[in-house]
């Protein structure tokens, strides 16, 4: 299945009955929490994937603000979804793209082989007219899935400051450049790092844009086929760059490796370099 689904080609399996696994990725602070918006409304045949619980660690100086999961804690879900390794997944937000994006890259991370996002998430599903539950989702049944970590490309802090090669760092260019940091504790990037935005890939409904003009926001920056074959991508966190991969694997870029800590984790220490300016 291609990286990228529409609304109607998700509508299309759902009623057809085809075997694949829909995720809900659902990251929602507030007293109704992620399982109360999921709840109170969903794409039908969905499964709730808690993101901040499933999909990240502990929060920390020494790791950033959404690290790696644990494996084991990520087994328990993989369990609760009831993946299997013959049925695809399909990962939707609510329509902005970072959590499906993270959802994406971290089951790919897991070894899970064929994800796909749905294209302009749940808001694109609502305008289209398609229809939705309220309720708990889906049932999942026994899983037979293993998480595998390390089926993508990873980047420790060491590796990123021994890096001689191509560095990308994927946030707003209000933050990259240092104009503006209200999440971490200091503005700027890692010195030598080119920008490209994660919301140049995207139209303002918030689908994708195509495989060219996504090649040529990379191009724009001075990346290249060459620099991109041994390349490393950030963001703050790992969500705007794990989406940024998503977008990179369907238009046939190269795949980078991925510094999940981000800038979270290195600007938590006083002693690492940062630059300032676009």
Request: charge should be neutral; include cysteine; proline fraction near 8%.
């Amino acid at each position: 299945m291609s990286i990228l689904v529409s609304p109607s080609e998700l509508n299309n399996l759902i009623h057809t009955g085809k075997r694949f696994t829909l995720l809900a990725s659902v990251w929602e602070p507030g007293p109704a929490g992620s399982y109360g918006l999921f709840s109170s409304l969903h794409i039908p045949t969905a499964r709730f994937c808690d993101a901040a619980a499933a999909l990240a660690g502990i929060p920390g100086s020494q790791f950033g603000r959404n690290p790696l999961p644990d494996p084991a804690n990520l087994q328990k879900w993989f369990q609760r979804w009831g993946l299997e390794d013959d049925r695809p997944v399909i990962v939707y937000d609510e329509g902005r793209g970072l959590m499906a994006g993270r959802a994406w890259w971290i089951l790919r991370w897991a070894g899970i082989k064929d994800v796909s996002i749905l294209d302009g998430g749940f808001q694109n599903w609502r305008e289209q007219g398609y229809p939705t539950l309220a309720g708990p989702g889906n049932i999942a049944v026994e899983s037979d899935s293993q998480v595998r970590p390390g089926s993508l490309p990873t980047a420790t802090i060491e590796e990123v400051k021994a890096h001689e090669g191509l560095l990308i760092d994927t946030r707003e260019p209000n933050r990259f450049a240092g104009f503006r940091e209200n999440l971490d504790l200091k503005a700027g990037h890692i010195p030598g790092a080119i920008n490209v935005p994660e919301r140049a890939f995207h139209k303002p409904d918030g689908t994708w844009k195509s495989k060219k003009e996504i090649c040529d926001a990379f191009v724009k920056a001075g990346a290249n086929e060459e620099n991109l074959k041994d390349a490393i991508i950030y963001s703050g966190s790992g969500n705007h760059s794990g989406l940024a991969i998503a977008a990179m694997e369907w238009a046939g870029l190269p795949v980078p490796r991925h510094f999940v800590g981000g800038w979270s984790q290195w600007s938590a220490n006083p002693k690492n370099p940062v630059e300032r300016g676009l």
